[in-house]
């Protein structure tokens, strides 16, 4: 069984751009949430989709969107990057739940901006 | 509000060993979960061990173990006969379950095995 993609693994942006992620989560599961993980601030939840639909949001700026497809696949979006959006970007699957089940988590991709 | 701790940034421990991966917690919550997950090097990151709030039995999983202190609101980690293997970085989490479920990771913690 594949286990999560994330894509790209690694990009470099400048000020002001914008970016997409992409998370392939194991099939079957229909939960994705994403994370953001940086030095200072360790790992801090984004926000998590189930079916297509926004179950949960963490506390990030509007700048920072996303979407689940039909499929599960699931696109996170940052608008007007800044340089503190500098960070390694990783989903997580589930199967179970996600408050209560395992997660399964990619490989992350790592975000920098100049 | 929900927190989760670990006031240590590092720990090292001689292979073959046992180690205590501290965890502390806040939630005000009834329903809940706790979890330990480590990230190794390569960056993804695996589930070590889970335990749910309502059991009073201590999760364990081959040479990984929990004491979970409900009381004290402390959920610690503890490895076996450590292996090179399980240097990586741990982090504790907690999530609250219902209308407003919540994931709280802690700072982590990185463990080096030494040979």
């Known amino acids: 069984k594949a286990g999560v993609t994330q894509t790209p693994r690694y990009l470099i942006k400048t000020r002001g751009q914008q970016v997409t992620l992409s998370c392939s989560p194991i099939s079957g599961h229909r939960s994705v949430s994403w994370y953001q993980q940086t030095p200072g601030q360790g790992l801090q939840f984004l926000f998590e989709y189930f079916s297509e639909t926004q179950r949960n949001k963490g506390n990030f700026p509007g700048r920072f969107s996303g979407r689940q497809f039909s499929n599960s696949r699931s696109e996170m979006n940052v608008s007007t990057l800044e340089l503190g959006d500098s960070a390694l970007y990783l989903c997580?699957?589930?199967?179970?739940?996600?408050?209560?089940?395992?997660?399964?988590f990619g490989e992350g991709s790592r975000l920098t901006v100049l | 509000a929900q927190t989760v701790t670990q006031s240590q940034p590092e720990m090292s421990v001689q292979e073959a060993e046992t180690v205590t991966l501290s965890c502390t917690y806040d939630?005000?919550?009834?329903?809940?979960?706790l979890f330990w997950y480590k990230q190794p090097p390569s960056r993804q990151m695996i589930l070590v061990i889970r335990q749910e709030a309502y059991k009073q039995q201590n999760a364990t999983e081959n040479r990984f173990s929990v004491n979970f202190q409900k009381a004290a609101k402390s959920f610690s980690l503890k490895i076996s006969d450590s292996q090179l293997g399980d240097t990586a970085m741990y982090f504790c989490a907690s999530t609250i379950t219902g209308a407003n479920s919540k994931l709280t990771f802690g700072k982590g913690i990185t463990l080096s095995v030494r040979p």
């Open positions: 939630t005000s919550e009834n329903n809940y979960y």
């Open positions: 997580a699957s589930s199967s179970t739940g996600w408050a209560t089940g395992e997660l399964f």
